[in-house]
């Protein structure tokens, strides 16, 4: 009796992985993925040294959030305060390095703000970006024409 019982569980099992790597193979790529909606929020200054330490400023930096969901891109700006808050402590913490020109090196910021900002935001972050906000096109990564008109949570809906 229990050798029937093993037999039809194995047989089931079989049958579900067969089904999934039949859908797997059929479907189109992309398909059922979510597109993944990016918030960007106002700049913010955050801290800066040169690498001997000596010299300290500030920098403008626009912090972009890449989410999973749409729902979570609506309320992102809800949180914005919060991200803030978060991104200028870390980076106080732990300071951005000035490169020899005195431009920001922004290489590898994205993804140590990735878990503070986490701990902010009750849902789920795929990436977080980091954009120079000195530069020229400043007006163009803000998005001043989709910009929320709330002052207390300034943020933009990026539409890709």
Known sequence: MQKKQTG?????????????LVFYVLAPPGAGLAADKTVQLAPLLATAKSYGGINTS???IIVQLVLTS???ARLACAYAPRVR???IVHLARQPLRLKA?????LAGVGDQLLAPVQKTIPFRIRQ???VDGGTRNTAL????????????????????
């Not at 020109?101 to 090196?105: I, L, M, Q, S």
């Not at 989709?146 to 002052?151: A, E, F, P, Y």
């Open 8 to 20: 039809k569980i194995w047989r089931f099992w079989r049958g579900c992985v067969l089904a999934g």
């Open 58 to 60: 500030f920098v403008p």
């Open 70 to 72: 749409e729902k979570g």
């Open 85 to 87: 808050d978060a991104v």
């Open 101 to 105: 020109g005195g431009k920001v090196n």
């Open 128 to 130: 977080v970006n980091v």
């Open 141 to 160: 990564a803000t998005g001043e024409k989709d910009k929320v008109k709330s002052s207390s949570h300034p943020c933009v809906l990026v539409v890709e």
